[in-house]
Every structure is written in structure tokens, then in C-alpha cells.
T-cell receptor
Framework: GAVVSQHPSRVICKSGTSVKIECRSL??????MFWYRQFPKQSLMLMAT?????????EQGVEKDKFLINHASLTLSTLTVTSAHPEDSSFYICSARPGAGANTGELFFGEGSRLTVL | AQSVAQPEDQVNVAEGNPLTVKCTYSVSGNPYLFWYVQYPNRGLQFLLKYITGDNLVKGSYGFEAEFNKSQTSFHLKKPSALVSDSALYFCAVRDYYNTDKLIFGTGTRLQVFP
């Protein structure tokens, strides 16, 4: 199956700093990528849909100025958590779908990034 | 509203026994259904999907799922559980109104005991 790489896998930062997480599709082009947040022992919460060459679409309740998303190429989307605070500590997961062919809905996920804000 | 329900937070099963992880859904139109597995501190791995056709779908690692339209269910099954199957399992359905999106259940933790 298609491979999605996410980096870094773990990051610890001080409160008030910004952190960037990268999501790359390694063997396919992805016009659309998705960013999820997962709280301990809970399901995935879709934060935003990242569209190559245009603005991301944020889900209700997600602060777009807090979670900056850039999808500058067909293989790379980045999520920047700005002015991070301890409550932003979470597991962030990206996913993508190969752009070609019928949309049967199958997504490929990155390995996730665990953010800890001190 | 569209939704996916996984009624069990945790399922415990002895190694070698059959396992079932339950999932029911509510969605407009014909459902596109998926199962994913998540190991600790890892992303999700695709197991199988139902789009159309045979109600019994076979997937990775010996897992299968049965689509039941009348019961709006898509239970995940495996004839003989392995300790290595212990993980968090998510059922998902494609959003009818936004086909780019998947709606996930809350997850079921499967614990297989030796």
C-alpha cells in the first residue's frame, strides 16, 4: 500500500514556542491530506483538510490561527502548532489518499507525532 | 446524523479463540466501511474495506468483516486470535456528503491473552 511518512515522531517543547510537523506521501501524490488529533484513549478528531495549493479547510472548533496548515506540494503538508501550550499536548496523525483513480475512501496514515508541551 | 458506533471499549479473548469486534453505522446512501488497527504510539493501518459486492470481506492479517445491511453492522472477525493482534481497532464510514472524509468510531481495544 501507499506510504505516508510523518516527522518528527516525538517532540517536546516549551510553552509559547511553535512546533512544525511534516507529513509526506512517499510513493504517491496527494492533493488532499488530513490532520487528526487523538487524545488518550479516545478516537481521532479530524482537525482540518489540507488542500494542495489552497487554504486548508478547518473543522468546527479548530483554531486556524493556532494550527497552521500548509500544503505546498503534492507530497508534503505541514502542521504548525503556534504558541503551544500544555493543553496542545496530544498525538497528531496525518493521512492521505492517492490522487488518481476512483475515490473509494481508503486513507493511508502516517505514524503519528506525539507533542508534549512543558 | 452520520455516525459509527463501537459499543465495546475493550474486548478480551484467549489466544486461539475466535474474536469479534462490533461496529454499527448510520449513514446516508450506500455505506463505504473500513476497519483500521492502531498499535501503541503508531498511526493507523488499513485492514479492510467494504464498498460493494460480497458481504464477507477479507483483509490483512487474517481478519475479515461481514457487512449486514439490515442490521447496519460491519463486525470485524478473526477465526483464531493471536497475542500480536492486541491493539486498538477503529471502524469508519465514508462521509456521504463529503467523500474525502471518514467518520471514525471511538475504537475498541482488543486484548488477546496467552
Amino acid at each position: 500500500g501507499a506510504v505516508v511518512s510523518q516527522h518528527p515522531s516525538r517532540v517536546i517543547c516549551k510553552s509559547g514556542t511553535s512546533v512544525k510537523i511534516e507529513c509526506r506521501s512517499l510513493d504517491f501524490q496527494a492533493t488532499t491530506m488530513f490532520w487528526y488529533r487523538q487524545f488518550p484513549k479516545q478516537s481521532l478528531m479530524l482537525m482540518a483538510t489540507s488542500n494542495e495549493g489552497s487554504k486548508a479547510t478547518y473543522e468546527q472548533g479548530v483554531e486556524k490561527d493556532k494550527f497552521l496548515i500548509n500544503h505546498a506540494s503534492l507530497t508534503l503538508s505541514t502542521l504548525t502548532v503556534t504558541s503551544a501550550h500544555p493543553e496542545d499536548s496530544s498525538f497528531y496523525i496525518c493521512s492521505a489518499r492517492p490522487g488518481a483513480g476512483a475515490n473509494t475512501g481508503e486513507l493511508f496514515f502516517g505514524e503519528g507525532s506525539r507533542l508534549t508541551v512543558l | 446524523a452520520q455516525s459509527v458506533a463501537q459499543p465495546e471499549d475493550q474486548v478480551n479473548v484467549a489466544e486461539g479463540n475466535p474474536l469479534t469486534v462490533k461496529c454499527t453505522y448510520s449513514v446516508s446512501g450506500n455505506p463505504y466501511l473500513f476497519w483500521y488497527v492502531q498499535y501503541p504510539n503508531r498511526g493507523l493501518q488499513f485492514l479492510l474495506k467494504y464498498i460493494t459486492g460480497d458481504n464477507l470481506v477479507k483483509g490483512s492479517y487474517g481478519f475479515e468483516a461481514e457487512f449486514n445491511k439490515s442490521q447496519t453492522s460491519f463486525h470485524l472477525k478473526k477465526p483464531s486470535a493471536l497475542v500480536s493482534d492486541s491493539a486498538l481497532y477503529f471502524c469508519a464510514v465514508r462521509d456521504y456528503y463529503n467523500t474525502d472524509k471518514l467518520i471514525f468510531g471511538t475504537g475498541t481495544r482488543l486484548q488477546v491473552f496467552p
